[in-house]
């Protein structure tokens, strides 16, 4: 199985910006579909974004128009890059390769990295 790490987390204000990174170890992203996800306390996990191999995207209604994902096959990453960030917005993210249909749930992924947290607080 993939192996997956996140990096890019941090604590920033509302309004700023972090890019996130999910890079494969061993094998390469290529031909996988990638799916950023996220977890608050005390709230579901919810898909935030998915890219495809091909290059086909996903972004939950929540974060269009301020994420943005892609991949660089060459770096074996995808980033997912978190502009306009709001406090609700505030979870563990986690990377993991799945299934493009089942992005905005995260059924049917797996490879799951250890998640890197973002915290948006003034």
């Known amino acids: 199985q993939v192996q997956l790490v996140e990096s890019g987390g941090g604590l920033v204000q509302p309004g700023g910006s972090l890019r996130l990174s999910c890079t494969a170890s061993?094998?390469?992203?290529?031909?996988?579909?990638i799916g950023w996800f996220r977890q608050a306390p005390g709230k579901q996990r919810e898909g935030v974004s998915c890219?495809?191999?091909?290059?086909?995207?996903y972004y939950a209604d929540s974060v269009k128009g301020r994420f943005t994902i892609s991949r660089d096959n060459a770096k074996n990453t995808v980033y997912l890059q978190m502009n306009s960030l709001k406090p609700e917005d505030a979870a563990v993210y986690y990377c993991?390769?799945?299934?493009?249909?089942?992005?905005?749930?995260?059924?049917?992924?797996?490879?799951w990295g250890q998640g890197t947290q973002v915290t948006v607080s003034s």
């Open positions: 993991a390769t799945g299934r493009f249909s089942y992005c905005s749930s995260g059924s049917r992924f797996g490879s």
């Open positions: 890219i495809s191999g091909s290059g086909d995207t």
């Open positions: 061993g094998y390469t992203l290529d031909y996988y579909t």
